[in-house]
């Protein structure tokens, strides 16, 4: 399973971005799927997930009521919008799917070990 993450770049603070998720050949359809982030010096950090129904969303407490999960089944993509963009957001951004489920859970989902099978990353940078 390859997953592609992309949609990152450099942008001013207050901005916004889309990321994508994608798996060319695999149907993300059934799973959950998680967004983490990495900045530089710190430990990779679990910030969303989508259900397969897409009816449970959850964030990190950082990012709620700036970003916003979402899946498109035709399309076999999610997305995550970053709106208001702060400094601290600037980090390389992953996506990654939970085959042993399809809901996401409050506890664990941000934990690294939910997840089976990971993205490249996608690099976002906010500029102060």
């Known amino acids: 399973v390859q997953l592609q993450a992309s949609g990152g770049g450099l942008v001013q603070f207050g901005s916004s971005l889309r990321l994508s998720c994608a798996a060319p050949?695999?149907?993300?359809?059934?799973?959950?799927i998680g967004w983490f982030r990495q900045a530089p010096g710190k430990e990779r950090e679990g910030i969303s997930c989508?259900?397969?129904?897409?009816?449970?969303?959850y964030y990190r407490d950082s990012v709620k009521g700036r970003f916003t999960i979402s899946r498109d089944k035709a399309k076999n993509t999610v997305y995550l919008q970053l709106n208001s963009l702060k400094p601290e957001d600037t980090a390389v951004y992953y996506c990654?799917?939970?085959?042993?489920?399809?809901?996401?859970?409050?506890?664990?989902?941000?934990?690294?070990?939910?997840?089976?099978?990971w993205g490249q990353g996608t690099q976002v940078t906010v500029s102060s």
């Open positions: 990654a799917a939970n085959l042993m489920r399809s809901v996401c859970v409050a506890d664990t989902f941000t934990r690294n070990y939910e997840y089976d099978y």
């Open positions: 989508i259900g397969s129904s897409a009816g449970s969303t």
């Open positions: 050949g695999f149907s993300l359809d059934g799973y959950a």
